[in-house]
């Protein structure tokens, strides 16, 4: 009781701040300018590695697979710290609320687990292919090395998920607290703790031990064998071919697992805190950034691929540079080609496009209206609702219109155009989407300080983020387009004029193009499905903990429409492109482009319409109103 009593003097919501690392403005310049350099050349050598990977049939091993998921591990660990680390170099110290500060610990820690895990895979992977090369085929198949994989990522979400709700049910004095750290890791966050917190360290050693020391040894007892099975081989060119193929992970174990070691398993004491921050500094900065480096730069199998797609480009861009013409319009083929169709596409569509548009925005509407609707979580509904309307907007008018006038033309400047505004209104569903489900976290997990967390400035914050971020990326793929040449055919195989059609008709390089658009495209569905994922485990958590079946029923109710519709999202985007399928790859195409920009916008209207009782009762006080005006 008397642990807990400071908490009950906190004016407002907890908040953290991180402590700088230094207070001269030429330094903090110095810092901001080395860690902007060292953040890019970590995504630019791990995407590197992506793409050489995925791209490269020689390179669709075991092996290669595991290390693009662990480069892509990298990229999200260091996303996690950098960018909020960049934002606290300079001037005043920005607070990060306890909701944000327990989000950022949380994907840490799964993502430093994953990548744990997959160093221990990648090592079971270097013994069977040494000590059983001739059964390796038939161990390492591909179903295998994807359920490894996953079980690695889901035994990550797990223990972080237990480590960070057991922490963050602690109480913190204060309002504003110091982290003496760059980021909310476990230690420096328990030390703020005004409480007892010696089970907490004894659970923290625990998971450190299952996380650091288990895989570790599974490496070790691997590599055990490894060596026995070289020392065995007779000829000197052998041994070193062998030890060749495992160097380059050893080196990286040798980096992770040491440095983590130092931090998490080492006796806890005042001097160690300073020491914390520099070796978080080594595996947050040196070893992802090391990581495509040590496998470019000793492992001839991914060099030799590099080097192929160099001078293949190279090529490419040689023969092309003398047929390259400027072409003023492009031909958008449509669903369908067969005349008897298309009257039947007309209809369905033009159907599909009106109900979406009444349904969003009587929705939209609604809200303006209805003062009792002026919350954070119907802002959020409104803006979706704009953008589902203005999404169906930049494709089926037009494709509409080329069916009546029996017409394929669009001009290229109209084309870019409807390229622009289509990937803006898709990215900002994905980052709706997210925003909602925080708010849906924050509403039932913290309902004493929803009105203090969702004030208006934040609110609109992050409405206005999801909007800027998505012109960002829509703007940094038109203008990657607008360098590129387009030769004789100039036939768009879709009913609008989508990136990736564009870029199979370019008869210029583009490598960039493609390799920014997996990074950014992953990224865009990625940490907005993390967020919504890690949103609805904290919801689930709390709902089950309410001792009513009413109470667990309106908590679950005010987040079921929200849950449909992500649900129907990423539904389709899990059957569209990641199942097998017979549909050809372009028809797949079409199939989820009409999912993404048709379906999923009429549906919102009515999930959200027949599944929430304040937007019903808001529909009907609107027609009853406009009824009795009549």
Known sequence: MLARSPVLNQSGPTEFVFRMFTAVPEFQALLFLLFLLLYLMILCGNAAIIWVVCTHSSLRTPMYFFLSNLSFVEISYTTVVVPLLLSNVFGARKPISLAGCGAQMFFFLTLGGADCFLLAIMAYDRYVAICHPLHYTLIMTQKLCIQMVACAVALALYLSLQLTSLIFT?????????????????????RLACADIHVHQTILYVVSTLVLIIPFILISVSYVFITSAILRIRSAEGRRRAFSTCSSHLTVVLLQYGFCALVYLRPQSGASVDKDRQFALIYTFVTPLLNPLIYTLRNKDVKGALRNAIISKSISRNMHQGNQTTISEFLLLGLSSRAEEQNLLFVLFLGMYLVTVVGNGLIALAISLDIYLHTPMYLFLANLSFADISSISTSVPKMLMNIQTKSQAISYESCITQMY?????VVIDNFLLGVMAYDRFVAICHPLNYTTIMQPRLCILLTVIPWVLSNIVALTHTLLLLRLYFCDNNAVSHFFCDLASLLKLSCSDTTINELVLFIVGLSVITFPFALILFSY??????????????????????????????????????????????????????????????????????????????????????????????
């Not at 602690?170 to 328990?190: A, M, Q, S, T, Y």
């Not at 505004?421 to 209104?425: L, M, W, Y």
């Open 170 to 190: 602690l109480p913190f004095c204060g309002r504003l607290r110091e982290i003496n750290h760059f980021l909310c890791d476990v230690p420096p966050v328990l």
């Open 421 to 425: 505004f289509s990937i803006v209104f």
């Open 537 to 630: 485990i904290c919801i689930v958590k709390a709902v089950l903990r309410i001792s009513s079946t009413e109470g667990k029923w309106k908590a679950f109710s005010t987040c079921a429409s929200h849950l449909t519709v992500v649900l129907l999202f990423y539904g389709t985007i899990v059957g569209v492109y990641f199942f097998p399928s017979s549909i050809h790859p372009n028809d797949r195409d079409k199939i989820g482009a009409v999912l993404f920009t048709v379906v999923t916008p009429m549906m919102n209207p009515f999930i959200y319409s027949l599944r929430n009782k304040d937007i019903k009762d808001a529909l009907r006080k609107l027609i009853n109103k406009k009824s009795f005006c009549l």
